[in-house]
């Protein structure tokens, strides 16, 4: 049974790896769907649970494939599951920064990286809705969100657990409103 959870563990989180243009965030709708719909291993409030976590925790966004390895089958699956996310994706990049910085000359190579941009932000987008459907079906978080995104888009540089925090207080003084 370990074995076979493992290989589970590697045939969602590295494909993903290689799908994951514009960080591990772009690919968080597919986590969800691969570990709630398809496998089963958690629940919508568990995902979004280890999704906030993995978010308020130091290092990548996407330790959410570490918190579900873990949550499956231990430490070994955290670390499968690391390792099946980070690796196939950290060796693509390297292989295509050797290949980028060798023709950064050509025509071509300032058209690509400008249309690899609206992909990345697609991607982006897809998770961030993925996770807010999941998250509440209630109207406030929608306006939370919504809100989020009128600061983050006015003032950029903002450290993003300020708007955190200001989001979780307005939350609950929302929950008690009603």
Do not use: C
Not at 78 to 86: E, G, K, P, R
């Amino acid at each position: 049974m370990r074995d076979n959870i493992y290989l589970q563990l590697i045939a969602v989180f590295a494909p993903l790896s290689l799908l994951s243009v514009g960080g591990g965030q772009s690919v968080i709708a597919d986590i969800n769907q691969q570990a709630v719909v398809i496998h089963g291993w958690l629940t919508q409030r568990e995902f979004v649970d280890l999704f906030a976590i993995s978010r308020a925790a130091p290092g990548p966004g996407s330790l959410l494939a570490t918190l579900i390895g873990w949550k499956e089958a231990g430490w070994s699956g955290a670390v499968i599951a690391s390792l099946a996310l980070f690796l196939p994706s950290s060796l693509l990049a390297f292989a295509a920064t050797l290949v980028w910085r060798r023709h950064n000359r050509h025509p071509w190579h300032r058209h690509a990286q400008t249309g690899l941009a609206p992909v990345a932000t697609g991607l982006i987008l897809a998770s961030s809705l993925a996770v807010l459907r999941a998250a509440s079906p209630t109207w406030s978080i929608w306006v939370l969100a919504l809100a989020a995104l009128a600061v983050f888009m006015s003032r950029s540089r903002i450290n993003p657990l300020f708007v955190l925090v200001a989001a979780g207080l307005l939350n609950v003084l929302a929950g008690k409103i009603h």
